[in-house]
């Protein structure tokens, strides 16, 4: 396959489907390093831009992601729910390891794990991801907190979303609530006039 009919069906994927394609790439090292050296290939939009260092990522940092990656699965989350602590405490292990630890190298892991398994994966997985892209706040992370925060069914998932966003640069924010603001202006308003009533 043509590494840039791969590289948008990346885009386009999620979930099994998606890993298959990533494996699919990371297999094509010397193809994938001369797409990703080219800046423009991955286009404007956010979600190549995004995409393109989700692969960057994995390109420089395979063996952090698939550390972390085991290390989330083997959270016993029965037991750990039961805990004083609960889920929270393993957020705050993962939020304290990102700073001191993984640093700006797991945002990558971060975004796709959000974008792409939101849905798949347990709740709390998803979260835990959110929780790390807090501890580093990164304009590239405004996009899969709101992508998070608009379509995820979880209300933890948009919760912590919401968390994330309210932590990143206010301008980046600001200008990408700015249409949906706009948009749903008309809604705010019905909603105001219905509670007066």
């Given at each position: 396959m043509d590494i840039q009919l791969l590289f948008e069906g990346l885009k386009a994927t999620r979930a099994d489907a998606y890993i298959a394609y990533r494996e699919a790439w990371t297999a094509r090292k010397e193809a994938a390093a001369k797409f990703?050296?080219?800046?423009?290939?991955?286009?404007?939009?956010?979600?190549?831009?995004?995409?393109?260092?989700?692969?960057?990522?994995?390109?420089?940092?395979?063996?952090?992601?698939?550390?972390?990656?085991?290390?989330?699965?083997?959270?016993?989350?029965?037991?750990?729910?039961?805990?004083?602590?609960?889920?929270?405490?393993?957020?705050?292990?993962?939020?304290?390891?990102?700073?001191?630890?993984?640093?700006?190298?797991?945002?990558?892991?971060?975004?796709?794990?959000?974008?792409?398994?939101?849905g798949t994966w347990p709740d709390w997985k998803i979260m835990t991801f959110l929780h790390m892209m807090r501890a580093l706040p990164d304009k590239l992370s405004v996009e899969p907190a709101f992508h998070a925060l608009c379509t995820s069914d979880s209300k933890q998932v948009r919760e912590t979303a919401a968390e994330v966003l309210s932590e990143l640069p206010r301008d980046q924010v600001k200008a990408r609530l700015a249409?949906?603001?706009?948009?749903?202006?008309?809604?705010?308003?019905?909603?105001?006039?219905?509670?007066?009533?």
């Open positions: 990703l050296a080219n800046k423009e290939a991955a286009g404007k939009a956010w979600q190549g831009v995004v995409q393109k260092e989700i692969l960057e990522g994995w390109s420089r940092h395979e063996t952090l992601y698939r550390s972390v990656l085991k290390k989330i699965e083997e959270v016993d989350v029965t037991f750990q729910t039961k805990t004083c602590g609960g889920m929270a405490s393993i957020y705050g292990v993962f939020y304290r390891l990102t700073k001191t630890e993984y640093l700006g190298r797991i945002l990558p892991l971060c975004w796709e794990s959000v974008l792409k398994f939101d249409p949906l603001i706009e948009k749903h202006r008309g809604i705010a308003q019905l909603l105001e006039e219905i509670g007066e009533d």
